[in-house]
Each structure stands twice: as structure tokens, then as C-alpha cells.
């Protein structure tokens, strides 16, 4: 049974940073494609960051350069750095990971806050 649990979601200025995790059980975190999305009401859920098996990455242009997804295999956690936030940023962030592709994400986080005022 996959289970991915978010931690560090919280109420910031804009120009902080956070870092958010997602702590993954029955799934390896380098096995496939893992990421990170957000949403916030009224919107679409958006991809922000993804880590390939590879360790390749890609970004959402709205937050390339700002923000930075790694994982930690010995932990077998899932991170996000995020730098220079914006009033923009605010949204639930979801930690995602796939069977195969980016293109499906198969198993999901249950979310955490993040609120960047300005």
C-alpha cells in the first residue's frame, strides 16, 4: 500500500522560502516519476516540479529558478525547495509519484498549505 504524507506547508512573507516533504511508504522515491502540484480554489491543479528516475528535473516556467525538487533515496523522502515566494505561490501543494510516466501520476499526497502573504 503506497502512502505519501506532506509535511511543511505554513503561513509565509513573500520573498521567504519553505521547504516542503513528502515522506513515501511502499513506494521508492527514485523508483519512477515523482512530483509536486498545486492547487488552489476555482483552478486547475498545476504540475510545478518533477524528478525523473534519472534524476532529471522539470519545472513549471512560473517557478523555474525559484524553486528545486530533489528526493533523499536512504530517507526515501521527496522535497521541495521553495525560494523567493510569491503572493502567487499560495495554494495547497500535492506530492504525486507514478507507476511509469509524468504523464499519469497514479498515487497522491493528501496535500499541505502553503500561504504567502505580501
Known amino acids: 500500500q503506497v502512502q505519501l504524507v506532506e509535511s511543511g506547508g505554513a503561513s509565509v512573507q513573500a520573498g521567504g522560502s519553505l521547504r516542503l516533504s513528502c515522506a513515501a511508504s511502499?513506494?521508492?522515491?527514485?523508483?519512477?516519476?515523482m512530483g509536486w502540484f498545486r492547487q488552489t480554489p476555482g483552478k486547475e491543479r498545476e504540475g510545478v516540479a518533477f524528478?525523473?528516475?534519472?534524476?532529471?528535473?522539470r519545472y513549471a516556467d512560473s517557478v523555474k529558478g525559484r524553486f528545486t525538487i530533489s528526493r533523499d533515496n536512504a530517507k526515501n523522502i521527496l522535497y521541495l525547495q521553495m525560494n523567493s515566494l510569491e503572493p502567487e505561490d499560495t495554494a495547497m501543494y500535492y506530492c504525486?509519484?507514478?507507476?511509469?510516466?509524468?504523464?499519469?501520476?497514479?498515487?497522491w499526497g493528501q496535500g499541505t498549505q502553503v500561504t504567502v502573504s505580501s
Open positions: 504525486a509519484a507514478s507507476r511509469l510516466y509524468c504523464q499519469r501520476m497514479d498515487y
Open positions: 524528478i525523473y528516475s534519472s534524476g532529471n528535473t
Open positions: 511502499g513506494y521508492t522515491v527514485s523508483r519512477n516519476c
